[in-house]
């Protein structure tokens, strides 16, 4: 079982920058992949970013590519997601989510789940 908890959301002008952060608590976090996911009001939840175990390969949402980086700290048991030049389309809650298996990219195939943190991009 891990507990993971979202920090680093605020209100940031459109072309900004922003740093998530994910602490994980529990046993085998490096066992695990994490996920960055992000929901808008009205819209479905949509995968952001995703990196492997042990950090070696990370996975981009279309939408995101270029602009956003995802890393992990295994000795920390955190993830970081950073986000540059920011849109007001990137407004949304950001949750992280730890799989142990499955398609990246695939909401249903993460395990533990965030409360989230909201970001928001004014223009």
């Known amino acids: 079982q891990l507990r993971l908890v979202e920090t680093g959301g605020g209100v940031v002008q459109a072309g900004g920058s922003l740093r998530l952060s994910c602490e994980a608590s529990g046993p085998y976090f490096d066992s695990y992949a994490m996920g960055w996911f992000r929901q808008a009001p009205g819209k479905e939840r949509e995968f952001v970013l995703a990196?492997?175990?042990?950090?070696?390969?990370?996975y981009y949402g279309d939408s995101v590519r270029g602009r956003f980086t995802i890393s992990r700290d295994n000795s920390k048991n955190m993830v970081y997601l950073q986000m540059n030049s920011l849109k007001p389309e990137d407004t949304a809650v950001y949750y992280c989510a730890a799989q142990a298996g499955g398609s990246y990219y695939v909401e249903a195939e993460y395990d533990f789940w965030g409360q989230g943190t909201q970001v928001t991009v004014s223009s």
């Open positions: 990196i492997n175990w042990n950090g070696s390969s990370r």
